[in-house]
């Protein structure tokens, strides 16, 4: 079978979202060999998961491997090139449902013995420490504004060609440092696909006693990572291009 970009960014994001959600549910259900790992382990655990999940992408056909809506919208707006958005966010879309199934088919039996329904929702979707919806899209808005920022200073011209292979494991270390430094007001969605598909998922998968998928709260994710990708696209338009 052909490699196809459309395939590339479903299939990265699977990855993704199986590793990231993996780690968190790791942490969170109880009675796996990583419950109470903690922040550093979720954070270092999504790191990788977007450096690998990039890999396969690419492997599987998609040169851009966003794996994010909000990454996909931000370059339109820097290229002017909107050719991409439709095919790539229906990958990422489709790709995330799917990996947060393989999250809950993986933790079969720990589902049954948490009791907190909150810590279920977790493993799927974030949710905000403080709920406060001006700070948290701000929140979700900056954050991504930095991912934005920070993927157009790994790919810019002006720092020269990087080493092949290398690219990757910056854009891991971004998410992490992301993570370790604005991701503990919202959880660090920065990435609508990452946040809507696992909620959908978590809304019509039969996991035991899993209270409310909270979809009052479910556009915050989604619209703040949209709006630091539109002024983040922007400023590289304007000054990094």
Same mark, same amino acid.
């Given at each position: 079978?052909? *490699?196809?970009?459309?395939?590339?960014?479903?299939?990265?994001? @699977?990855?993704?979202?199986?590793?990231? /959600?993996?780690?968190?549910?790791?942490?969170?259900?109880?009675?796996?060999?990583? /419950?109470?790992?903690g922040w550093?382990?979720?954070?270092?655990?999504? #790191?990788? +998961?977007? *450096?690998?999940?990039?890999?396969?992408?690419?492997?599987?056909? !998609?040169?851009?491997?966003?794996?994010?809506?909000?990454?996909?919208?931000?370059?339109?707006?820097?290229?002017?090139?909107?050719?991409?958005?439709?095919?790539?966010? *229906?990958?990422?879309?489709?790709?995330?449902?799917?990996?947060?199934?393989? @999250? $809950?088919?993986?933790?079969?039996?720990? $589902?049954a013995v948490?009791?907190?329904?909150?810590?279920?929702? +977790?493993?799927? !979707?974030?949710?905000?420490?403080? %709920?406060?919806?001006?700070?948290?899209? *701000?929140?979700? +808005? &900056?954050?991504?504004?930095?991912?934005?920022?920070? &993927?157009?200073?790994? =790919?810019?011209?002006?720092?020269?060609?990087? #080493?092949?292979?290398?690219?990757?494991?910056?854009?891991?270390?971004?998410? $992490?440092?992301?993570?370790? !430094?604005?991701?503990?007001?919202?959880?660090? #969605?920065?990435?609508?696909? %990452?946040?809507?598909?696992? %909620?959908? #998922?978590?809304?019509?998968?039969?996991?035991? /006693?899993?209270? =409310?998928?909270?979809?009052?709260?479910? $556009?915050?994710?989604?619209?703040?990572?949209?709006?630091?990708? @539109?002024?983040?696209?922007?400023?590289?338009?304007?000054?990094?291009?």
């Amino acid at each position: 079978m052909q *490699t196809t970009p459309f395939l590339g960014e479903l299939i990265g994001t @699977v990855v993704l979202i199986l590793l990231g /959600n993996g780690v968190v549910a790791n942490v969170v259900l109880n009675q796996t060999k990583g /419950n109470n790992g903690g922040w550093i382990v979720i954070t270092a655990g999504w #790191a990788f +998961a977007v *450096t690998i999940g990039v890999f396969v992408a690419k492997a599987f056909g !998609s040169v851009d491997a966003h794996l994010n809506p909000a990454v996909t919208i931000a370059f339109a707006v820097a290229t002017d090139d909107y050719s991409h958005v439709v095919p790539y966010i *229906t990958a990422q879309l489709i790709g995330s449902v799917i990996g947060a199934t393989l @999250v $809950w088919l993986h933790h079969g039996p720990h $589902w049954a013995v948490t009791n907190d329904s909150g810590a279920k929702l +977790a493993a799927f !979707s974030t949710e905000p420490a403080i %709920r406060s919806v001006g700070a948290n899209l *701000t929140s979700e +808005a &900056l954050a991504t504004l930095v991912l934005i920022l920070g &993927l157009a200073g790994i =790919s810019s011209k002006h720092l020269g060609e990087l #080493a092949i292979g290398v690219g990757p494991y910056l854009v891991g270390i971004l998410v $992490w440092s992301i993570g370790l !430094s604005l991701g503990g007001p919202t959880g660090y #969605a920065i990435n609508p696909a %990452r946040d809507l598909g696992p %909620r959908l #998922a978590h809304t019509f998968l039969p996991i035991p /006693n899993k209270g =409310s998928s909270n979809w009052d709260y479910a $556009w915050v994710p989604v619209l703040g990572p949209v709006i630091g990708a @539109v002024v983040g696209g922007l400023l590289i338009r304007w000054y990094a291009l």
